[in-house]
T-cell receptor
Framework: NAGVTQTPKFQVLKTGQSMTLQCAQD?????MSWYRQDPGMGLRLIHY???????DQGEVPNGYNVSRSTTEDFPLRLLSAAPSQTSVYFC?????????????????FGPGTRLTVL | AQSVTQLGSHVSVSEGALVLLRCNYS??????LFWYVQYPNQGLQLLLK??????LVKGINGFEAEFKKSETSFHLTKPSAHMSDAAEYFC???????????FGAGTRLTVKP
């Protein structure tokens, strides 16, 4: 299994340009998510999906769109890039296992995409 | 919503010394807690996780963490630091009724020879 893959590894954009960060997983995980990592702020959740056709917003969704047409793929779109979106982006997927009255998940992370917006 | 606070953005220890990285959480329901490690220019790797079984959790690379409900803490320890432990460490919490995981700001561990 390749696990979680992300492309591209590096990207430089000009302000106002659009692009899509690709994420794919081959573990048949229902749950996928996108995070951005900025110095001193840890990872912040942008958007997540609990299954194909279902997406929801995380902590910092503004400026980003997502869709989930298949279980495997979860692309992140920047419609009009801004310098504030310069960051490292991580995609993650997870399974859920029932534990007592609840369930827990373990997230598997991709290698990241380093994005610079000039 | 759940949240995590990591005390100390940078921790420096000598090789062979005890490693202690602090994490406190906030959650309205029983939490699940995780520690991840990130080496330079890499993604996050799971070190260990607490899922309401034993309160003392052992992970990879000799790390362990203890869940203390009364203190809302989940501190990470290792008895003897190695140079290879130098990395950034993230504590994370998710609640038992959803998959939404929240991360702390991270602690950068430096190991001196």
């Amino acid at each position: 299994n390749a696990g979680v893959t992300q492309t591209p590894k590096f990207q430089v954009l000009k302000t106002g340009q659009s692009m899509t960060l690709q994420c794919a997983q081959d573990m048949n995980h229902e749950y996928m998510s996108w995070y951005r990592q900025d110095p001193g702020m840890g990872l912040r959740l942008i958007h997540y999906s609990v299954g194909a056709g279902i997406t929801d917003q995380g902590e910092v969704p503004n400026g980003y769109n997502v869709s989930r047409s298949t279980t495997e793929d979860f692309p992140l779109r920047l419609l009009s890039a801004a310098p504030s979106q310069t960051s490292v982006y991580f995609c993650a997927s997870s399974y859920s296992i029932a534990v007592g009255s609840g369930f827990h998940s373990e997230q598997f992370f991709g290698p990241g995409t380093r994005l610079t917006v000039l | 919503a759940q949240s995590v606070t990591q005390l100390g953005s940078h921790v420096s220890v000598s090789e062979g010394a005890l490693v202690l990285l602090r994490c406190n959480y906030s959650s309205s329901v029983p939490p699940y807690l995780f520690w991840y490690v990130q080496y330079p220019n890499q993604g996050l790797q799971l070190l260990l996780k607490y899922t309401s079984a034993a309160t003392l959790v052992k992970g990879i690379n000799g790390f362990e963490a203890e869940f203390k409900k009364s203190e809302t803490s989940f501190h990470l320890t290792k008895p003897s630091a190695h140079m290879s432990d130098a990395a950034e460490y993230f504590c994370a919490v998710s609640e038992s009724n959803n998959n939404d995981m929240r991360f702390g700001a991270g602690t950068r561990l430096t190991v001196k020879p």
